[in-house]
């Protein structure tokens, strides 16, 4: 009886073990292993940025040091090299394969959350006490807020400003730019520095290019913009006397026997600003800080200075920069959010400003290169005169930009002049607004 009693004892703690074990792991026949702490299968995340692995080396460290201090989440950093960034991410976001972060620039902001893809994080952050959005830059959170919600975490920025070559001017004897310049100086200068040999230009002083930005900061200088505040009419702005007059002169620093600046296909034809640039053959341009990380491997002297004033004295500037946006659709927005946070956050900052090719979102990081910097001091002062193009200002930016940029390529191209071209584009935003 005893024996017996034992067996029975025995043969029931074996049976009862053997239950347990099957319901802890392999009984599950969809392999969760969720009931086991130690064998929690990782969340895994995805984010992406335009450049490849080289140019986001400090992307994928901060990827391993999120691993390593968040060790149930698996970030993959999975860049988009080329020009086909916005393609891509477009197409992946409508085919439900997005990337769980990605980086948008601030030209788009706007246009994605019109599209319902980004996060509002608003309330994530509310309830994140150790996370505080005032650690950054008052005007580039603003530039990532519509309708009153967070939908963008920033990831650097740039203010654009005019670069010089040094050695064009000193062999023109022109002094180098200083903040009390204005347009006509700057084209006075470029005059000087523009050259022809045997009827073909080899120099020129400066880039009047096709790109808005540079173009706005010049109108804004100049008083005049392409629409109004709220984006929401054209007619009278963008074919404004002044816009028109203004644009007139711009136009002319590229055009005609006095030119300046090179046409959009000699600027092709000599491999780019940057590259022209660099090898003697522009003097000033009106560009982002990121052109630094090419001058600096060169052997150019070169040097910044603040985007002149317009003729009464007024200055304009913009803000290039870029936030970290979390998927709505995704599946883990909780630990997208908390990826976000990391990658623009004060050590990440801190990382990416290491070697001076970027300027830090975050207000005690920035004062610290504030206090430092001497060569680029015109760039960081520029921040103080920083506008929103109406691509950040409207929904309906877009079209503003689109118009006004087909206006401008009629005129280069002789097609029409400068009023026609603009009435016609402002008359075609109104339309379409309608």
Known sequence: ??????????????????????????????????????????????????????????????????????????????????????????????GGTAPDVFLIGEGDFRSYVDKGVVEPLDEYISKDSGFDIDIFQKSLIQMGNFNDKQYYLPKDFNPLAMWYNKKLFDEAKVEYPNADWTWDDLTQAAQKMTKQEKGKYTQFGFNAGTWEYPIYTYLWANGTDIGNEDGTKAEGFMNSDKTIAAMEKYVALSKGENRVSPTPQDTETMGGDSSMFMTGKLAMMVTGRWVKSDLDKSDVEYGSAMIPKGADGERAGIIAAAGWAVNSKGKHKQEAYELAKWLSGTEAQKLRSADGQILPATVKELDEVKAAEQNDKAIIEMMDYARLPVTMRSSNGSLFREQFTQALEKVLLGRQDMKAALDEAAKNVDAKLK
């Open 1 to 94: 009886m005893k024996k017996t009693g034992l067996f029975s004892l025995a043969a029931v703690l074996i049976l009862t073990l053997l239950v347990s074990a099957c319901s802890s792991n392999g009984g599950n026949s969809n392999g969760d292993n969720s009931g086991s702490k130690g064998n929690k299968e990782k969340v895994k995340l995805t984010f992406t940025l335009w450049g490849d692995v080289n140019s986001g080396a400090s992307e994928q460290q901060l990827a391993d040091e999120f691993n390593a201090a968040h060790p149930d989440i698996e970030v993959k950093f999975e860049p988009v090299p080329g020009d086909g960034y916005g393609t891509k991410l477009t197409a992946s976001l409508a």
